[in-house]
């Protein structure tokens, strides 16, 4: 089989982008990762893109060239576009196909989302009383582990301290100030006992990668990051996710667990080996499960991790070295895509401020409703 | 209990039997699992109808503290009151999730014992309430 590397990159800042629609920025995405390539439209075979509120994917072949090339839209909640670059990837690796381009953009409405308990398959009542909210799901899920797991609030705020910090750093990020622990802390409750600083926002953006076999990079005369590990997975009946009316009381390994296994495996790489790390950060307390479930850590040991910063720049595995959706705010569409167009800078030692130094094994997983997670493992080729 | 006796309730989601609220769950034929809400439409004859018990401890908890949008039908504004969410462990083998009253939410700790109630949460166009599930920590229970 085939080797897949990710030749082009690009990216829309995330944030508000007024006077552009998502597709606007998605076509602008597309546009920068040709660029970085080097390569014309017509020279892809094929796009895999998705979107939650800026309509349909395929909607940007008439802005770039309708080449007839075969286009899919993909749609997978939080996980879209991690599942987008694991579509573009499966199809290279099958030796089917050779050239093509990943694309993932979204504009949301401000505030929370409010999905309809019918396309979850579940019952009107449930978003009728108040209970159908990802806000309060993150709440519920991190106070368990706090109380199992002896994390306290602080810990908490230390993530998004950190998150905000290296958003400073990084053109692409929406929250580029610093802000102190202590306001933090303090800020507004949303969802107990996560504070309005603890949640990342809906928000836009976009961001597009080009994928090419072994040998059409050689014969382009490209270069790029090669993907080690990739991995999908869905939860199994006793984990906790999102939208449940009801969990089991014998629990089950996460999506996340899962995913990582498959990826290192696939990889024959364990988590000692990786150099810095994209985590789904939607709070503070999804990156602080996310490092256990990912292998990082045992749980309870993030509370120190964060306190010696070993996962701010310069420590022994950066996490979400762009800020992360605290700092980017979760355009749907791209926000799987941004964390590997984040890894692909590092890799390609092009992060300016915020380059992790060394850095050579570049790990991302992205977690969506209603219970998915895709990692994807990547190297950088010196 | 915390519902007038002409609330309307929202689904049928529990019976009030010697002065307990007992939520109903499915029991799945085939393998014995447990779930809740009883499945509706076809599934429905894969499972029977169990009686969950009234009381169980906290599992874990949140605070709603802004106004849900749609579908959410319970008061926004000036009227929305921050509300507790709560899984709560209802025997042996489920976990529910539901609303706590009373409001403004009690002081919670996981593992504190739980009662199921009847809370009215919103009314309709009529005026009328609306009658769901909820819990409440067992102390506050007269």
């Known amino acids: 089989m085939t080797a897949v590397h990710i030749v082009g990159s690009g990216i829309h800042q995330f944030g508000r982008s007024e006077g552009m629609s998502a597709l606007d920025q998605g076509v602008s995405a597309c546009r920068k990762a040709l660029a970085d390539a080097g390569l014309d439209w017509s020279a892809l075979q094929f796009g895999f893109g998705g979107s939650r509120d800026g309509g349909n994917a395929d909607a940007v072949m008439p802005r770039l060239g309708l080449t007839g090339a075969q286009f899919i839209n993909v749609a997978n909640?939080?996980?879209?576009?991690?599942?987008?670059?694991?579509?573009?990837?499966?199809?290279?690796?099958s030796g089917e196909l050779d050239l093509g381009i990943v694309v993932g953009f979204d504009k949301h409405a401000r505030g929370s989302f409010n999905p309809?308990?019918?396309?979850?398959?579940?019952?009107?009542?449930?978003?009728?009383?108040?209970?159908?909210?990802?806000t309060q799901f993150f709440g519920l899920k991190i106070q368990r582990y706090m109380a199992l797991h002896g994390i306290d609030a602080t810990t908490l705020g230390r993530v998004a301290e950190k998150a905000f910090r290296?958003?400073?750093?990084?053109?692409?990020?929406?929250?580029?100030?610093?802000?102190p622990l202590e306001t933090i802390l303090g800020s507004e409750m949303v969802s107990d006992p996560l504070t309005k600083f603890m949640f990342c926002a809906p928000s836009e953006g976009a961001a597009a990668l080009i994928l090419a076999s072994d040998r059409k990079m050689r014969e382009l005369g490209l270069s790029g990051p090669v993907v080690r590990g990739a991995a999908v997975r869905t939860r199994l009946p006793g984990s906790f996710e999102v939208f449940s009316p009801s969990l089991q009381v014998a629990q089950d390994p996460?999506?996340?667990?899962?995913?990582?296994?498959?990826?290192?495996?696939?990889a024959s790489l364990g988590p000692e080996d990786v150099d810095l790390a994209q985590l789904q950060d939607t709070d503070c307390g999804a990156e602080i499960m996310h490092m256990a479930e990912n292998g990082f850590c045992a749980d309870g040991d993030q509370a120190a991790w964060l306190v010696d910063g070993q996962t701010a720049l310069g420590g022994a595995?950066?996490?979400?070295?762009?800020g992360g959706c605290l700092a980017c705010g979760?355009?749907?569409?791209?926000?799987?895509?941004?964390?590997?167009?984040?890894?692909?800078?590092?890799?390609?030692?092009?992060a300016g401020r915020r380059q992790v130094a060394d850095a050579r094994i570049a790990y991302s997983q992205v977690y969506g409703a209603p219970g998915l997670s895709a990692v994807v493992i990547l190297e950088g080729q010196s | 209990m915390s519902s007038p006796m002409d609330a309307t309730p929202i689904a049928d989601l529990y019976r009030c039997i010697a002065g307990e609220v007992r939520l109903v769950a499915g029991r799945r034929l085939e393998d014995g699992v447990l779930v809740f809400p009883m499945p509706e439409g076809p599934e429905e004859a894969k499972h029977d109808l169990v009686l969950l018990p009234a009381t169980g401890t906290l599992w874990s908890w949140t605070v709603q503290r802004?106004?849900?949008?749609l579908p959410y039908d319970g008061p926004t504004g000036d009227h929305f009151r921050p509300y507790a969410v709560a899984y709560v462990q209802l025997g042996d083998n489920l976990i529910i999730e539901g609303r706590v009253t009373p409001t403004p939410p009690p002081s919670l700790t996981i593992g504190q014992p739980m009662r199921v109630v009847r809370e009215s949460y919103a009314t309709d166009?009529?005026?009328?309430?609306?009658?769901?599930y909820a819990f409440t920590p067992m102390e506050t229970q007269s």
């Open chain 1, 317 to 322: 595995l950066p996490i979400n070295t762009d």
């Open chain 1, 254 to 266: 996460s999506p996340t667990v899962l995913a990582s296994r498959a990826a290192y495996e696939m």
């Open chain 2, 66 to 69: 802004f106004a849900p949008k």
């Open chain 2, 125 to 132: 166009a009529q005026g009328q309430p609306i009658e769901t």
């Open chain 1, 116 to 134: 309809d308990p019918k396309r979850w398959g579940l019952p009107a009542w449930y978003g009728r009383t108040g209970l159908m909210l990802t």
């Open chain 1, 77 to 93: 909640g939080c996980a879209t576009g991690g599942s987008a670059l694991l579509s573009a990837y499966w199809a290279i690796k």
């Open chain 1, 166 to 179: 290296n958003g400073v750093l990084t053109d692409h990020a929406w929250r580029r100030q610093e802000v």
């Open chain 1, 330 to 350: 979760e355009p749907i569409g791209a926000s799987g895509l941004r964390q590997i167009f984040e890894n692909v800078q590092q890799l390609r030692g092009r």
